[in-house]
C-alpha cells in the first residue's frame, strides 16, 4: 500500500501554462484525505516550492534544491535537511562560469543572487514568481550555497556540453540537467534520492510504501527512491529507462492517471 507520494513539479503536475488541471488538484486532495502523504520533491529553491506547496494546500515537509533542502512545511522555518556545496567548489563553479560568459544563479540562505540583471534571470524569475538579488558574488558569504543554476534559454546543446564537462573536471560533485537549459550543481548529498531516504526514515516507511514520479534527468534519483516509480509520457528517454511504468504527458494528466492505477485504485 502506497503511503507517500513523491512528485516532482515542472513537467509533472504542473505544465506550461503554469496552473494545476483540476484534475491533478482533485487527485491530490483525495489522497490527503485518504491519508496518503504527498510530498513535492523540486530543484525549485524553497521560497518557490512553498508556493505551490500552498496552492496545493500541503502540509507536509517541501524538499527544494534538487533534496539540498527539508522544511518541516510550506508554512515552517524548521529544517529536517540541509547539505551546502563546499565554499571551494562553489567559488570553482563561480569561475568558470564568468569565464565562459555563462549566466548563473547563486542560492545562499534561500535567496537567488545573480551578478548581472538580464532577460535570463528575468524570465526565470517571473516564471517562478521570485525576487532576486543583483550583487558580484564575490560579496556573499559562500558557506551556506545550496545550489548553482548555470541557464541558456535558447541553446539545450551548449547545456549538455556544460554537463559533459563539469562532470569531468568536477567528478566530486552532482551535476544534472534538469530541463534541456538548465545545468545544476549541488553536493552528492543533495539529490531527490537522498531526500526521500530522509522521509522514510522520519515516517518510518517501507521502500514499497513509496511512490515517485518525475519527468526530467534530475529525477533519476527520485525513481530510483520509490518502491513504485513513474516516468511521465513526456519524460527523457533516459528517465523513462528507470521507471516501473510510463503514465500519460502532464497535459493530458499524466499524474492522475498514474495514481489511479497504484495509489487510488480499489483493492
Known sequence: MIKLVATDIDGTILGDSGEFTPGVRNCIKTMQEKGIKVVIV???????AKQIAQRLNLTTPVVAYQGGMIKKSASSDEVLYDACIPPEDVKNIIEWARENRIHLNLYSNDVLYVEEDNPTIQQYASRQNLSYKVTSFDNIELSNVNKLLAIDYTNADRVTNWINECRKSMPHLYIVKSTPYFCEFSTPEATKACAINVLKEYWNLKDDEVLTIGDQDNDIELLKAGGISVAM??????????????????????FVKAMEKFVLCSK
Open 233 to 254: 509520457g513526456n519524460a527523457t528517454d533516459e528517465l523513462k529507462k528507470y521507471a516501473d511504468y510510463i503514465t500519460d504527458t502532464v497535459d493530458n494528466d499524466g
Open 42 to 48: 523540486t530543484g525549485r529553491m524553497f521560497a518557490a
